[in-house]
């Protein structure tokens, strides 16, 4: 049987619409930058199945699109973050060096495999200093892209970071940035949310930043 | 598993895959020596002695010693022997310093990945289930005179209550009732403790009951040393209740050697 010619434009412009029909079905998430530290904010009505996890002492993951294809990429994160850790010291491990990975490896999925990944992910870093956050956003293909400040994935990732960006100041309090997420959120999906996920990497939680805050402890102002 | 230079991350990982010994040793990196020919002569290795845990009233606290020797001489004075392991629970060494630190490093590397990878700590029981494990993998060292002998306690969460392992060189995993102790000086600290423990007691007497129990067991065993308060060398404590671990501070540490050595005196 003659194989069916398919140009590789055409293949790489239909896996990136399936990828991204995938990815715009699931809910968005939203990083801030805030004065002490990063505030990760995820629409998730379900209270066990996380969307945000701590990946190293600095270091968090938040992933939206297919279940089980950002678990497999989150648990890909801490394993690499904790050999690395272990074989060489702990402060080796660096947003950059894991959010170079995962792009590398979803680009790889994305032109090797007959499905994409219907992903895309954070990779966030909280610095010693607030000029030292970092916050990595990485698509379904692999491209990488550096963020300052405040950043979005998910369907409605472009509204969000509009609707971020107008609102983002310097220095602003844990409950400032959780209003200005929420805010966004309203402005871009025009509903009400089905369940906040709230963690933040904070400056001041010790070696391990990460950090849960249930959402009946948060309600916007 | 093969870490393919195309794809840089871990994607597999093995059964059931959130071990983390587990996933280095199929990585080619797993710490474990393989000693097959008997050496002659003993090796001279620093070896750290007393360390113990003793249960109070809602928690458990830890203590070792600061020094270590090699032979007949003294190799560290301020070497650490107790160490958090994770939120709820510390390990303390006895036996050959070298693969001690090195088996708790792993054993908190562990405790972290499973958490990270589940979502849910490891149960206490658990916890100390894998640590015997590793102490079983230093098997064939013991047989070379390398033996590292833990001392594991923590906070726990389902019970409620503080709790105390003690290991042998095998593996085995022993629960203690009230208060455990391992290395050359346990048998003195233990005799103390057997007169001294409380166990409805508080944090502050457990403490000063810990530092006594270094005191005795220092007084006779050459090679533990006691708290020195002309260098400023104190214990390390830590104490676990139901809001986690933390190091019990030094002044507290201090007035009870204080009061220990003067009772000596």
């Given at each position: 049987?003659?194989?069916?010619?398919?140009?590789?434009?055409?293949?790489?412009?239909?896996?990136?619409?399936?990828?991204?029909?995938?990815?715009?079905?699931?809910?968005?998430?939203?990083?801030?930058?805030?004065?002490?530290?990063?505030?990760?904010?995820?629409?998730?009505?379900?209270?066990?199945?996380?969307?945000?996890?701590?990946?190293?002492?600095r270091v968090a993951f938040a992933g939206v699109g297919k279940y089980n294809e950002y678990e497999t990429l989150r648990k890909a994160g801490i394993r690499q973050a904790d050999v690395?850790?272990?074989?060489?010291?702990?402060?080796?491990?660096?947003?950059m060096g894991l959010a170079t990975a995962f792009s590398q490896t979803?680009?790889?999925?994305?032109?090797?495999?007959?499905?994409?990944f219907e992903v895309e992910m954070l990779i966030c870093e909280v610095g010693m200093e607030p000029s030292?956050?970092?916050?990595?956003?990485?698509?379904?293909?692999?491209?990488?892209y550096d963020q300052r400040q405040v950043t979005a994935i998910g369907g409605k990732s472009e509204a969000l970071e509009e609707a971020l960006r107008e609102g983002f100041e310097e220095g602003m309090s844990l409950q400032a940035a959780f209003d200005l997420g929420v805010a966004a959120f309203r402005t871009a999906e025009d509903r009400d949310p089905d369940g906040w996920e709230i963690a933040v990497l904070e400056r001041g939680n010790g070696r391990r930043t990460f950090r849960r805050i249930d959402p009946d402890d948060m309600s916007p102002t | 598993m093969k870490i393919n230079p195309d794809r840089p991350l871990p994607l597999d990982a093995p059964l059931p895959g959130s071990s983390f010994s587990d996933l280095i040793s199929s990585l080619g990196h797993a710490p474990a020596v393989d000693v097959t020919t008997r050496v002659e002569g003993k090796l001279e290795t620093p070896h750290g002695t007393t360390v113990l845990a003793l249960r109070y009233e809602g928690?458990?606290?830890?203590?070792?010693?600061?020094?270590?020797?090699?032979?007949?001489?003294?190799?560290?004075r301020h070497i650490k022997k107790v160490f958090s392991t994770d939120h709820f629970s510390a390990v303390a060494i006895a036996g050959t310093a070298g693969l001690a630190v090195e088996m708790v490093r792993l054993f908190q590397t562990e405790l972290e990945h499973y958490e990270k990878i589940e979502g849910t700590r490891l149960s206490l029981d658990g916890k100390a289930t894998f640590l015997s494990r590793l102490v079983r993998n230093q098997l064939p060292m013991a047989f070379q005179g390398l033996a590292v002998v833990p001392l594991f306690a923590g906070f726990d969460?389902?019970?409620?209550?503080?709790?105390?392992?003690?290991?042998?060189?095998?593996?085995?995993?022993?629960?203690?009732?009230?208060?455990?102790?391992?290395?050359?000086?346990?048998?003195?600290?233990?005799?103390?403790?057997?007169?001294?423990?409380?166990?409805?007691?508080?944090?502050?007497?457990?403490?000063?009951?810990?530092v006594g129990a270094l005191v005795a067991a220092a007084d006779e065993d050459t090679a533990t040393g006691g708290p020195d308060l002309i260098r400023d060398i104190l214990p390390n404590i830590v104490a676990i209740d139901s809001q986690g671990i933390r190091d019990v501070e030094e002044g507290l540490i201090r007035t009870a050697a204080e009061t220990a050595l003067g009772g000596v005196r």
């Amino acid at each position: 049987m003659t194989p069916f010619y398919v140009a590789p434009e055409q293949l790489v412009r239909d896996k990136a619409e399936f990828a991204r029909k995938g990815i715009a079905r699931g809910r968005s998430i939203v990083a801030i930058e805030y004065e002490d530290g990063i505030l990760l904010l995820a629409e998730n009505p379900s209270l066990s199945l996380h969307k945000l996890s701590e990946v190293y002492d600095r270091v968090a993951f938040a992933g939206v699109g297919k279940y089980n294809e950002y678990e497999t990429l989150r648990k890909a994160g801490i394993r690499q973050a904790d050999v690395t850790g272990y074989l060489y010291s702990r402060r080796d491990v660096t947003g950059m060096g894991l959010a170079t990975a995962f792009s590398q490896t979803l680009g790889q999925i994305f032109s090797h495999e007959q499905k994409p990944f219907e992903v895309e992910m954070l990779i966030c870093e909280v610095g010693m200093e607030p000029s030292e956050n970092r916050l990595f956003k990485i698509t379904y293909d692999g491209t990488l892209y550096d963020q300052r400040q405040v950043t979005a994935i998910g369907g409605k990732s472009e509204a969000l970071e509009e609707a971020l960006r107008e609102g983002f100041e310097e220095g602003m309090s844990l409950q400032a940035a959780f209003d200005l997420g929420v805010a966004a959120f309203r402005t871009a999906e025009d509903r009400d949310p089905d369940g906040w996920e709230i963690a933040v990497l904070e400056r001041g939680n010790g070696r391990r930043t990460f950090r849960r805050i249930d959402p009946d402890d948060m309600s916007p102002t | 598993m093969k870490i393919n230079p195309d794809r840089p991350l871990p994607l597999d990982a093995p059964l059931p895959g959130s071990s983390f010994s587990d996933l280095i040793s199929s990585l080619g990196h797993a710490p474990a020596v393989d000693v097959t020919t008997r050496v002659e002569g003993k090796l001279e290795t620093p070896h750290g002695t007393t360390v113990l845990a003793l249960r109070y009233e809602g928690g458990v606290v830890m203590a070792g010693d600061r020094q270590a020797t090699e032979g007949y001489l003294v190799a560290h004075r301020h070497i650490k022997k107790v160490f958090s392991t994770d939120h709820f629970s510390a390990v303390a060494i006895a036996g050959t310093a070298g693969l001690a630190v090195e088996m708790v490093r792993l054993f908190q590397t562990e405790l972290e990945h499973y958490e990270k990878i589940e979502g849910t700590r490891l149960s206490l029981d658990g916890k100390a289930t894998f640590l015997s494990r590793l102490v079983r993998n230093q098997l064939p060292m013991a047989f070379q005179g390398l033996a590292v002998v833990p001392l594991f306690a923590g906070f726990d969460d389902i019970e409620s209550l503080g709790r105390v392992f003690s290991f042998d060189v095998v593996g085995g995993r022993y629960e203690e009732n009230d208060y455990g102790s391992t290395g050359s000086g346990s048998r003195l600290a233990k005799s103390y403790l057997r007169g001294a423990f409380q166990p409805d007691g508080t944090e502050e007497a457990a403490v000063s009951t810990a530092v006594g129990a270094l005191v005795a067991a220092a007084d006779e065993d050459t090679a533990t040393g006691g708290p020195d308060l002309i260098r400023d060398i104190l214990p390390n404590i830590v104490a676990i209740d139901s809001q986690g671990i933390r190091d019990v501070e030094e002044g507290l540490i201090r007035t009870a050697a204080e009061t220990a050595l003067g009772g000596v005196r």
